[in-house]
């Protein structure tokens, strides 16, 4: 089981990290993947981190968004940065599998960002 | 805006078939055999459903079952259910390591 912290009121410009602890599941999956959901809207793939280090980002949040993992391997982070009002959404940690972590298996139950003045 | 195209809403009554669609490109949905769906009730987490177009999860009711042909996939749900009332989330992989979500389709179970 996967559970998301971090998440909580923010004014725009400001940072804030979100945390993803496992519980009988490794973060050590081959993909992990952070997708979230704008209040009433849909799903948007954000961010995903290989096990091997490498990342790759959704345009909207390239350069300020930042997905990593600790040397422990039990807990997977997103730095976001540069806060916008349209990062408001619930952010979900998920773990991926398949062809360049297509696959979201296990989803978190997420953690809400709200991004106002 | 999404890059895969859902319908707003379907609805059937219990018992009956419904499919919901996927429109994507070739440079998508046409170009790679995974897309997956997701299934969420309000105010809880995603459910994988499918992935690789017509593979079920272990746990998965085979009522669940998805086609591509071309640049759109389907999901259909057969024999349906009052919990099948949900909302409903194609993806594909789009290439780059990156992924789309369709918008959406609300499932109305009359």
């Given amino acids: ?55 790759q980002y959704s ?12 040397n422990f391997e039990t807990t997977l982070y997103l730095q976001m940065n540069s806060l916008r009002t349209d990062d408001t959404a619930m952010y979900y940690c998920v773990k991926s599998s398949g062809y360049g972590g297509s696959t979201f298996d296990n989803w978190g139950q997420g953690t809400l960002v709200t991004v106002s003045s | 805006q999404s890059v895969l195209t859902q319908p707003a809403s379907v609805s059937g009554s219990p018992g009956q078939s419904i499919t919901i669609s996927c429109t994507g490109t070739r440079n998508d949905v046409g170009l790679y055999n995974l897309v997956s769906w997701y299934q969420q009730h309000p105010g809880k987490a995603p459910k994988l459903l499918l992935y690789e177009v017509t593979k079920r999860p272990s746990g998965v009711s085979s ?48």
């Fill in chain 1, 59 to 70: 345009d909207s949040v390239r350069g300020r968004f930042t997905v990593s993992r600790d």
């Fill in chain 1, 1 to 55: 089981q996967l559970v998301e912290s971090g998440g909580t009121l923010v004014q725009p410009g400001g940072s804030l990290r979100l945390s993803c602890s496992a519980s009988g599941v490794t973060i050590d999956s081959d993909f992990m993947t952070w997708v979230r959901q704008a209040p009433g809207k849909g799903l948007e793939w954000v961010s995903v981190l290989y096990r091997s280090g490498k990342t």
């Fill in chain 2, 63 to 110: 009522r669940f079952s998805g086609s591509k042909s071309g640049n759109t996939a389907s999901l259909t749900i057969s024999g349906l259910q009052s919990e099948d009332e949900a909302d409903y989330y194609c993806c594909s992989f789009v290439g780059s390591s990156t992924s789309s979500f369709g918008g959406g389709t609300k499932l109305t179970v009359l």
